[in-house]
């Protein structure tokens, strides 16, 4: 094929209202992450304004949501077939995604390797491993303080002399159960 056929076909197919849109290689070179949207610019040097990363510009922000790197490369896909309204399609690096379904929300913040769920009102994730030893030896050293104490007699005068045994103060206190990884654990989140 001709070269000069070749660029007129690629011209023809950039044109808006000559059929489908197609799909453009682009490096972002700006994100707006509070109003969801980046600035990208393709190897031509064609500039793309205010394109969305989610699915609806609004401003509940509820739905699926990666923030792109800053000079990483996306596709761009058209917005109902119009050249100049654009989404992102795909992405080859990112800085953060969200999720925010009704009441819930995952953020995921790459850059600095952490992950917040619901705002982090729960504050940290907890290791499960490391905390049940934990409750297991202060079980185990309640039960030991519970097992000497029904062993105490304490000498008291009563009436003349005598002496009082403490094991009926606390025969009714149960020894506490160690606590199991299963009582701990939620197996749908995991790290």
């Keep these: 094929m001709n070269e000069e056929i070749r660029e007129a076909i ?60 800053v000079d990483s490369y996306v596709l761009l896909g058209p917005v109902n077939n119009f050249s100049s309204s654009r989404f992102v399609a795909m992405y080859t690096e990112i800085d953060a995604l969200e999720i925010i379904a009704d009441d819930e929300v995952l953020i995921a913040d790459v850059k600095e390797g952490k992950f917040t769920f619901n705002k982090g009102q729960n504050d940290g994730m907890v290791k499960v491993g490391p905390l ?39 025969a009714s206190i149960q020894s ?5 990884k299963s009582d701990l654990e939620n197996t749908d989140i995991t790290h």
């Excluded at 029904?150 to 005598?162: A, C, D, F, N, S």
């Excluded at 506490?176 to 199991?180: E, R, S």
């Design 132 to 170: 049940k030893d934990k409750l297991n030896n202060l079980e185990n050293k309640v039960n030991d303080i519970l097992v000497a104490l029904k062993g105490v007699t304490i000498p008291i005068p009563v009436g003349g002399g005598g002496s009082y045994a403490m094991a009926s103060n606390f």
């Design 10 to 69: 690629k011209q023809l197919a950039k044109s808006p209202g000559t059929g489908a849109v197609p799909f453009v290689t682009a490096r972002v070179k700006q994100v707006d992450w509070d109003k969801r949207l980046c600035k990208c610019e393709d190897e031509d040097g064609v500039e793309f304004f205010d394109v969305r990363l989610r699915a609806v510009a609004d401003e509940e922000k509820k739905g699926f949501c990666l923030k792109p790197k």
């Design 176 to 180: 506490l159960q160690t606590t199991q």
